[in-house]
């Protein structure tokens, strides 16, 4: 749903969290298109740190977006407050797979007060872990099942040919574009969030870099600090993927590199 609406020039804005705010990111990037995050916690605080790669990829391809201070930690308190900016910015609002006390419900209460569109796509009536979601749908959100269900109210305003918007099946079967942007720029290194970094850290990184030997230390002199395509890596590397692999395995496991969707990675 988020790659089909991405395509046609919309931007996806979620909660950077891991489930169905991630796929709702990836979408979006995978097609080449805009995505933000709103985020419950403050710049600095190392929260959700398995979805770091993904924020990191977030910040190439739209916004990191909190309205707390530097280091405010995530609570149960600041992630309601939070919602009511993830439907202020958006135009409508869709809900998938929530349960009867799921956070998505605040959001679509606040996006109807607002007076934004919410739709939602139904689940089974067997599910009552997405209860919520079907309940959504009884008090009034429209019902969502393709793409174009969320396009077509903004048809006219924006000029989407709804004829060229993809099935569900056809979006399913299709690969990430290869002009997707998944590198940073040069500001990257000196963002808020990596001159946090402390330097005992730093030292820590470099201490096990000069660990490194043969496949491992081949494939991490390869790295960049920029995020490089698998195929790429083998090229510069000049060993089979299969040991490819296999090292970046290892060197993510020490921390040396890290990775992102669409099979990238860089030195960490």
Request: neutral net charge; aromatic residues 6%.
């Amino acid at each position: 749903m988020s790659r089909g609406v991405a395509e046609h020039g919309a931007v996806v804005v979620s909660g950077g969290a891991l489930g169905v705010d991630s796929a709702a990111h990836n979408g979006a990037i995978l097609c080449g298109g805009k995505t933000v995050a709103v985020l419950g916690c403050g710049f600095g605080v190392n929260y959700l740190m398995a979805n770091q790669p993904l924020r990191n990829a977030i910040k190439a391809n739209g916004a990191l977006l909190t309205e707390f201070p530097p280091f405010t930690p995530a609570t149960k308190y600041t992630f309601p407050i939070r919602n009511r900016i993830i439907s202020g910015i958006s135009l409508a609002l869709l809900i998938v797979e929530a349960g009867v006390k799921s956070g998505s419900l605040i959001t679509a209460r606040y996006a109807m007060e607002q007076g934004k569109e919410v739709f939602a796509i139904p689940c089974s009536i067997l599910e009552d872990a997405f209860a919520g979601t079907n309940r959504l749908i009884d008090d009034g959100a429209s019902v969502a099942t393709k793409p174009l269900d969320l396009l077509y109210p903004f048809a006219l305003d924006f000029g989407i040919d709804i004829g060229k918007v993809k099935s569900v099946s056809q979006l399913m079967k299709a690969k990430p574009k290869k002009e997707a942007n998944y590198s940073f720029n040069e500001a990257e290194k000196y963002s808020f969030e990596n001159n946090s970094e402390s330097r005992g850290k730093r030292a820590k990184r470099q201490s096990a870099a000069a660990t490194l030997s043969g496949d491992d230390l081949t494939v991490y002199n390869a790295l960049g600090e920029e995020l490089m395509h698998i195929d790429e890596i083998t090229q510069k590397a000049n060993l089979p993927i299969g040991r490819v692999l296999t090292s970046l395995t290892t060197l993510e496991l020490m921390d040396l590199a890290e990775s992102t969707g669409g099979k990238r990675y860089k030195l960490s």
